[in-house]
């Protein structure tokens, strides 16, 4: 039992990630559509590059999507259109004509019998127009077409000519009585109909819809049938008209079928091992070139939820609104693992996410490859994310790529520009839109995981923070020797390609510790008053090492990252307090030097070895006397030289070549803050 224990112990970390793959493959394939993935690609106006192809069963040819829209069209242009007559409207009309006739004849000073006469001509008059029936606005129909008139129970089939429009009835009227006997009397009858008239017939737009949709229903989406045996496509033909179709339902058929139970556990077993794979790769690969960011499961795990996060989004949109599968900003992937990493780690990780979302895109190769084209731009435009202006050149620069590279597909495929949707170039343009979003996603990431970005970086090297503001009143000495080290160490990251703005805050931070006791350090003694004077070298020597374990408490009360409390830890690396152990050495010959030397650890990075280059160079430099640049150059060398001898720069991932460039940027900014001026006459 306890050497399981000790096993499960020395292993943990394997496990935990073995595990984090496993659970990131289930929920992956858990949410991948489960239907077959048909194993040709089909690329239109190009040669088919398989073997001849034969259906091993009948299925039915769909019609082209062309054809669908021109036969959905006829019918919806043909479609029965449905009109409702109110009789209780018509009927107050005639109520209202009837109560209002004799106000309106009473003063014409006709007879008995002509009021009768004149009543009834009017009456039939409005029988005439409310046949049919009115309708309030002209339909946008053709005034031939057939409609259905509902009135009741009763559905008769009239012409849409034969109802009135309610704006053409005055002028109607008009016409009639000018052709009728009674025209002396138009202006009392068009005074009597000014206000009683209404529309009485509208559209019945469920009933009408209902009928189209039944006529919809009932539209055949296939045309004849490849039988069984038959060859569908030969090799080298072009996959275009005919073959075309046919190649596509075969592909629709093969994936809309029911797999047996069988046949389904393999299909989720293939999906299983492929997307293991792909995570396999992406974990091989940190370990390879990456093996600190392996070190650190937090590290890993948010890598492989970022995948996630990218692979359950696209899935979700390919499932509900496939439409939309370009305007899923898949940008933002490398933009948030270049920000807390690098642009190498960003990529790959951009590829591996595009792989296992091309098991269920459509056009997966014109979707791979417009991905991997933006996600190439996005690591090359963006080249430091916390300069605002940097991510809205980019979003400008990614959407002109996709739209530039779905525009080449587009006339490759089509042979032209006549199949251009250009509801396309919205989608890009909202995936650019959305990738904006990148910023205060990284704002929430750094408080979840604990994480560190440039943006974060930005605010760190504030020097109005609180805690650089309380350093430069308790320390001003030790407040500028830092300004002076992050000046130097920001040039020299800046000639060797590492992170500069990381080394710059390292730089401004790394002695904070000696806010504790600031005189007893040198450049705060202004007093001249040193208060090593009474101590013995052992007991002055654990003060100045102890400002490296008190700037590590200090930097985890102010909350500061681990990636800038890395170059406290390590800034002196495991060297030793020359000074203080050649002082003990007169007094006994035998002391032994472990309590003269720093803890460590060593410098792990580039970065972290700038600075202990940079640190060493520029405290040591205020002790010259008469400095020249022969001298500088000599001082600096030997400064490194000794660290290199010491072993200080073995777990720091620099090279040589690195070392004699920041050598050479030290040597030059220490000759330009030593350099000789001129003496003023007084």
Not at 320 to 325: D, G, T
Not at 507 to 536: C, R
Request: net charge neutral; with cysteine.
């Amino acid at each position: 039992m306890r050497t399981i224990t000790l096993t499960f112990y020395k292993y943990q970390d394997l496990i935990y990630k073995l595990l984090l793959i496993i659970v990131c493959a289930g929920l992956i394939v858990y949410f991948f559509p489960k239907s077959g993935k048909f194993q040709y690609e089909i690329e239109k106006g190009f040669p088919w590059q398989y073997e001849n192809l034969y259906a091993d069963e009948d299925f039915a040819i769909l019609k082209s999507n062309e054809v669908l829209s021109a036969e959905r069209n006829k019918i919806e242009s043909q479609s029965a259109v449905y009109f409702t007559y109110n009789q209780e409207v018509v009927e107050k009309i005639y109520s209202t004509y009837d109560s209002n006739f004799s106000k309106v004849f009473g003063d014409t000073l006709a007879s008995k019998s002509k009021l009768r006469k004149l009543k009834k001509y009017g009456f039939n008059l409005l029988r005439d127009i409310y046949k049919s029936g009115v309708i309030k606005n002209k339909p946008l129909y053709d005034e031939s077409k057939l409609v259905f008139l509902k009135k009741g129970n009763t559905v008769s089939e009239i012409t849409l000519s034969e109802l009135y429009i309610l704006s053409d009835i005055t002028a109607k009227l008009t016409s009639k009585i000018n052709e009728g006997d009674y025209r002396d009397y138009k202006n009392q009858y068009l005074q009597l109909y000014f206000d009683g008239l209404e529309a009485n017939v509208s559209l019945d737009e469920e009933l009408t819809e209902q009928s189209l949709q039944e006529e919809l229903n009932q539209m055949s989406k296939t045309r004849g049938v490849v039988p069984k045996g038959s060859l569908i496509i030969s090799r080298g033909e072009l996959v275009e008209g005919e073959a075309l179709q046919k190649v596509l339902s075969l592909k629709t058929k093969y994936e809309s079928q029911n797999f047996s139970d069988l046949r389904y556990n393999w299909v989720l077993f293939g999906y299983i091992l492929l997307v293991l794979l792909a995570l396999i790769m992406m974990l091989l690969f940190i370990r390879t070139y990456r093996p600190e960011v392996f070190a650190n499961n937090t590290k890993i795990t948010f890598i492989f939820f970022n995948i996630l996060l990218m692979v359950l989004l696209t899935t979700a949109v390919v499932k509900l609104r496939p439409e939309y599968i370009y305007a899923v900003p898949l940008c933002i992937l490398p933009l948030v693992i270049k920000a807390f990493f690098d642009a190498r780690m960003g990529l790959f990780t951009h590829v591996i996410a595009i792989l296992l979302l091309g098991f269920i895109v459509p056009n997966s190769f014109e979707y791979f490859f417009l991905q991997v084209i933006a996600g190439i731009v996005t690591i090359l435009t963006v080249p430091e994310l916390y300069k605002r202006a940097n991510l809205f050149i980019s979003v400008g620069q990614i959407t002109s790529i996709y739209i530039l590279a779905y525009f080449a597909f587009n006339i490759v495929n089509e042979g032209g520009t006549d199949g251009l949707a250009l509801e396309e170039f919205g989608m890009f343009m909202l995936a650019g839109l959305a990738t904006l979003f990148v910023q205060p996603l990284i704002y929430i990431y750094e408080k979840v995981f604990g994480l560190v970005s440039d943006v974060s970086l930005l605010e760190l090297s504030d020097t109005n923070s609180k805690l650089l503001k309380k350093l430069a009143d308790k320390a001003p000495g030790t407040f500028h020797h830092s300004l002076n080290v992050a000046n130097l160490s920001e040039a020299a990251a800046n000639e060797i390609g590492a992170n500069a703005m990381l080394v710059r805050v390292g730089a401004l931070y790394h002695d904070i510790g000696k806010m504790q006791n600031p005189t007893d350090f040198t450049e705060n003694q202004a007093t001249g008053v040193n208060s090593h004077d009474d101590l013995s070298p052992v007991e002055s020597a654990r003060i100045i090492i102890d400002h490296v374990i008190t700037g590590i408490e200090l930097a985890r009360k102010y909350n500061l990252p681990d990636r800038v409390i890395d170059f406290i830890r390590t800034h002196h690396g495991t060297s030793t307090v020359q000074y203080f152990y050649m002082k003990a050495k007169e007094e006994d010959e035998d002391v032994s030097i472990k309590k003269f030397q720093y803890p460590g650890p060593l410098p792990f990075s580039k970065e972290t070895a700038i600075l202990m280059m940079a640190d060493s160079v520029e405290a040591a430099s205020k002790s010259l006397k008469n400095p020249t640049s022969t001298l500088i150059d000599a001082f600096v060398e030997k400064i490194i030289k000794k660290q290199m001898n010491e072993g200080q720069f073995l777990n720091a991932n620099i090279t040589f070549k690195e070392i004699q460039q920041i050598k050479k940027v030290l040597k030059k900014k220490l000759n330009n803050i030593y350099h000789l001026r001129i003496e003023y006459p007084e």
